[in-house]
């Protein structure tokens, strides 16, 4: 038999290798920041309309248990990508716009997964989740580890959140826009000489901030920040540029992977509706419930945005979309936008049923919108209510994509595909719901119990309750999802099983 040629082998294996990885779905997370599960029309909002979320839900199965890690940002994204809850490892609460990088380089994540698989994978939006490891970070010049050493082969974020400094695009951890002759330098202890503050110089804000919450440093585009920094001028950005930026970053990574004939996994973090809502100027003023309104309008904008984008490129049947949220609202949460007046006024509830909020150790703060679309696999029109937690979508993507996870690596993140598809409503055994002041709840068969805390019940300033009791707390969830009656004394049965389960899953470790 004739040998073929070692070009035509290689050719050959080529296309064999890139044919069984077309196999697999693109795949898209959508993630919002503190939307609630009650601000989707979808979910059962009339004062505020969202239809292109509501499409996916129409196209897919909406979840109505499913949950982030932590009722706050930063320990909800990490456990979304390390697959471990954040309460095990020091130093993940809210950050610093300075902080180092907290995801371990030396670990499994979500992106690495899928780089196994042979996916492109990219991060476009807010990062927060720390860059560097020295400090002060140097960023004037290539800033590691971060995103490409967690597993992203490609990096358009902003540092933090909007509302801290450095308020700059970085590209692949490069600033944009940097000048060598006006270096960019941060401060988050005290201002640099000369800087106007907030605090100072109020008549420059074009959004006023409340006094007790710390917005009132760094001026960039009108609006106080936290922290201080000088330098950089021609780096920062505006707030009403960030969603039009990000959607066209965000198609191009998909474009440059087709060019690349790999499939695609996206980390969409969008900025959007966490504060300073500044909102394109085209949103302002249109939902009737001030600037944390239009800020959900335009993130449903860029919903309907991308998944046009994947439309016109033929991507739509073969992309696993995933829309879900880091933690529950907050109408209040460091500057007077109006949005808590008009809230109020309407008796808009951005919790729905749920009660508390973000930083919450009750329900609203992690029970968050959670929709997944995939027409290939996923029936349309569902509903599920399925206990889920996002820290289990490593393990099952890693399913999905026959990707071993580590046999002797520590994990939290258990294989849940068949209730993220839909071909199971079964819950997950138990999850672990990590509010603000690290008082951790479990919640299993419908039971949720809280444990005892010294936290303040009421969080002045947010206007949000938080739950926190120094007695023990338990909750019918299939009776009472609103959480309005604590029965820990008619079910020390319960108390003492759930306390139980929780300290053995605590006492777990790396």
Known sequence: MKKKPAGIVLLLCICCLFSRAQQHPNVLILYTDDLGYGDLSCNGATTIATPNVDRLAQ?????????????????????????????????????????????????????????????????????????????????????????????????FIFPATADRVPTIFMENQLALGLEATDPIAVNYQKPF??????????????????????HDGHITNGIGRIGFMKGGKRSEWTDEELGYVFNNKALR???????????????????????????????????????RGDAILEMDHTVGVIMKGLQERGLLNNTLVIFSSDNGPVLNDGYLDQSEATARSLNYQPGGIYRGGKYSAFEAGTRVPFIIRWPQQVAAGKTSAALFSQVDLMASFAALLHIPLPAKEFTDSRNSLSALLGKSTADREYIIEQPANHALCILKDGWKYMTPSNGRAFMEGVNIETGYSKEDQLYDLKTD?????????????????????????????E
Not at 123 to 150: C, F, I, M, R, Y
Not at 254 to 261: E, G, H, P, T, V
Not at 481 to 509: C, F, I, Y
């Open 59 to 155: 196209e897919g199965i909406n979840f109505s248990n499913a949950h982030a890690t932590a009722s706050t940002c930063t320990p909800s994204r990490y456990s979304l990508l390390s697959g471990r809850y954040a309460w095990r490892k020091d130093g993940t609460n809210i950050l610093p716009g300075d902080a180092n990088l907290v995801i371990p380089t030396d670990i499994t994540t979500l992106p690495k997964v899928f780089q196994q698989a042979g996916y492109e994978t990219g991060v476009v939006g807010k990062w927060h989740l720390g860059l560097g490891s020295q400090s002060p970070v140097d960023w004037n010049k290539k800033v590691t580890p971060g995103p490409a050493e967690v597993g992203f082969d490609y990096s």
């Open 193 to 214: 000489p000369g800087e106007l503050t907030g605090k100072k110089h109020p008549e420059l804000l074009k959004i006023l901030n409340d006094p007790n919450q710390g």
């Open 253 to 291: 990574f998909i474009d440059n992977s087709l060019k690349k004939q790999k499939p695609f996994f996206l980390y969409y973090a969008i900025h959007n509706i966490h504060v300073p809502r500044m909102p394109g100027t085209e949103f302002k003023g249109k939902s009737g419930l001030g600037y």
């Open 481 to 509: 999802p609103g959480e309005k009656n604590n029965v820990a004394a008619k079910h020390p049965e319960r108390v003492l099983q759930l306390k139980t389960l929780l300290k053995k899953v605590r006492a777990a470790s």
